[in-house]
């Protein structure tokens, strides 16, 4: 019996980092159906580049996801999947609140200093040309 506690545990830490992995998939594919704005600025090969990495990653979690479906029903009964479902879905939310929103705000604050940076130097541009107008 202690073995195979070992083993369901080792098993639970297995599924919680995959489920993790999954959840940085699913925020991958949302970033890259709306991509930051220095992302767009990049071009289009670096945004259909990232969307094809997410696409890829995307099936082969579809594929790990039924196995895993198949495994635990067959192993702990239909009522796993269930389970597991359900605490995926509370893991994801957690991440979402703690990490994703995180990275989200700090785009933001990265984008608005560049924006900000942009339009100091364009205002000290036009000063600068305004200026040399002014003196001849």
Partial sequence: MVNAGRDLESCIGDVSRWMKAASDIDQAEKQAKNPPL???LQGA???????????AAK???EAQRAELKQYLQMTFGPQAWADLIHLEGRIRKERQEAIY???EMRQKIIEAIA????GIVSFGILFWVLWLASKN
């Fill in 59 to 61: 099936k082969k979690l």
């Fill in 115 to 118: 924006i900000g940076v942009l």
């Fill in 101 to 103: 929103k995180q990275q």
């Fill in 38 to 40: 220095f992302k767009k």
């Fill in 45 to 55: 090969d670096a945004v259909q580049s990232e969307a094809l990495q997410v696409y």
